[in-house]
């Protein structure tokens, strides 16, 4: 059993329900309207030299647009990676907050603006710099390692940013050299983490409220509906469910595996958002959406992303015509968060991962 702090962070959903009553739905739209809405998103983005570059989860058109303008499409290394490597003056980070911060901080020179600055993380949420700087400090000898879903401050105070693309490898590297990992925030990834690496990690306690949800039991009853399916989960999901996935591994990944497995039909535990381009890489195979049924669930039966969901062609559309919700970090902690984070990718550079094509 890893170790574990106990915190009541992760289990506080009051502050969580507060965040997500500011997490409002967008506004349905018509298909003329949609229209007319990305025709002045598409000059904006060309007038203000800009890339828009949008995470798996986010809504299809988003996804499409960001392909279509010379953006990107990725999980959250390569969002990263794309942000710093693009060129552009401007970059439109459509995700959650952290992605935004993380463009900034190794882009500095870049103004990178968000569809809505509301778009946050329950990780990231669980996971304060005071409560996370005493847990730090209590444990002098560990290596910090924190998940890039943290906030500059937190990772400010990290020696390592991981990716869950890239978070086996630097466990493994770290425990090849005797080294005791401090994990934060994710309970999930970082457990998966220790059981797969044997590394000696001290896990923070909090979840992501959207894979928290997958259960087990609805998993299995779902496999004797579909026995020939393949379950692929990301690691954000609880033990229980990755022990019986078929694969575990970050959205990239996952969209690999579903093209390379043969299967034909697949329950997938991960964000609904995903499907767009799963069913794009695979348009012949069937993707179900895996059960989440808890009986304190944030929100039951979802599979989506309240954050992810903030963005929409009209909070775009808004946030590049005036424009506003720019990324501002205090430049002291840019500059120490910058630190693990362009070791992260460096240190993929030198694995040689090929993170889109590893599954
Ligand atoms: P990926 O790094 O796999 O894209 O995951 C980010 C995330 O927030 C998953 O919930
Ligand atoms: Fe955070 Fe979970 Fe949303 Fe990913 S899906 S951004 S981990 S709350």
């Known amino acids: 059993m890893p170790n574990t702090l106990s915190s009541q962070l992760a289990s506080d959903k009051k502050i969580v329900r507060q965040y997500l009553s500011r997490a409002g739905a967008p ?72 992605m935004g911060e993380t463009a900034k901080i190794l882009s500095p020179q870049k103004t990178v603006l968000m569809p809505t ?29 924190v998940y890039a879903n943290t906030s500059a401050a937190v990772k400010a105070r ?31 990834l970082g457990s998966y983490v220790q059981r797969v690496t044997g590394a000696d990690v001290l896990l923070w306690d909090a979840a992501c409220i959207v894979h928290e949800e997958f259960k087990s ?17 990301h690691p954000e999901s609880p033990q229980a469910v990755l022990e019986i996935s078929d694969f575990v591994g970050s959205t990239t990944q996952i969209i690999t595996a579903s093209q390379r497995l043969p299967n034909e039909e697949f329950i997938v535990a991960t964000d609904r958002g995903i499907f767009h381009k799963l069913q794009q890489a695979s348009p012949t195979k069937t993707f179900i959406v895996a059960p989440t049924a808890g009986e304190d669930a944030t929100c039951r039966s979802c599979a989506h992303c309240p954050w992810m969901a903030m963005n929409s062609l009209e909070s775009l559309r808004a946030s590049l015509s005036n424009p506003v919700n720019a990324i501002e970090i ?30």
């Not at 506004?27 to 002045?40: G, Q, R, T």
């Not at 390592?160 to 493994?172: D, F, G």
């Not at 590297?173 to 994710?186: F, H, M, R, T, V």
């Open 330 to 359: 205090d430049p002291e902690v840019a500059r120490d968060a910058m630190k693990p984070l362009t070791r992260m990718l460096k240190f993929a550079r030198e694995q040689r991962l090929a993170v889109r094509g590893k599954a």
């Open 217 to 233: 039991r609805g998993l299995e009853d779902m496999r004797r509906l579909h026995p020939n399916a393949a379950i692929l989960a």
């Open 117 to 145: 600055l509301d778009a946050t993380c329950s990780l990231d949420i669980a996971c304060p710099i005071e409560d996370f700087a005493h847990f730090c400090d209590a444990h002098p000898d560990r290596e910090v390692v």
């Open 158 to 188: 990290a020696d390592w940013v991981v990716t869950s693309s890239i978070a086996l490898e630097v466990a493994e590297y770290l425990s090849e050299q005797g080294k005791q990992i401090l994990w934060a925030p994710d309970k999930h």
């Open 27 to 98: 506004h349905p739209m018509s298909a003329a309207d949609a229209e007319d809405c990305k025709s002045e998103i598409i000059s904006l983005l060309n007038k203000r030299n800009a890339r828009l570059v949008a995470h798996y989860y986010t809504e299809g058109v988003l996804q499409e647009l960001a392909e279509e303008t010379g953006g990107f499409v990725g999980d959250s290394l390569e969002m990263a990676r794309f942000g710093h490597d693009c060129d552009g003056e401007m970059l439109v980070v459509a995700g959650v907050r952290f």
